[in-house]
């Protein structure tokens, strides 16, 4: 039963990789490949990187928020409708 093991390979830190010094935060497309279609950070499980990364990929995320640059969330559009304007 051993031999049918899956074994998972480790994520590798993107930025460790490259050697990167700082995450600029006025990058926004890099940062849009960390935000969900919603505008959410997505967590470190998802994105692959290393804990020290991940902070200041939420903090750059943070503060491209604060400067505009990229929106807090993205309006929910419903597809249920308003039932009762219909009749």
């Given at each position: ?26 990058d ?7 935000t969900?279609?919603?505008g959410?950070i ?20 943070k ?14 559009v419903?597809?249920?409708?308003d ?5």
């Amino acid at each position: 039963m051993a031999d049918y093991q899956k074994h998972q390979r480790h994520k590798q830190c993107q930025f460790c990789k490259e050697h990167a010094e700082f995450i600029d935060y006025k990058d926004t497309q890099m940062l849009r490949k960390y935000t969900t279609d919603r505008g959410k950070i997505k967590p470190r499980r998802v994105t692959g990187a290393c804990s020290q990364h991940q902070r200041d990929i939420a903090n750059a995320i943070k503060r491209a928020r604060v400067m505009a640059l990229i929106p807090y969330s993205v309006p929910a559009v419903s597809g249920r409708g308003d039932r009762r304007r219909n009749r």
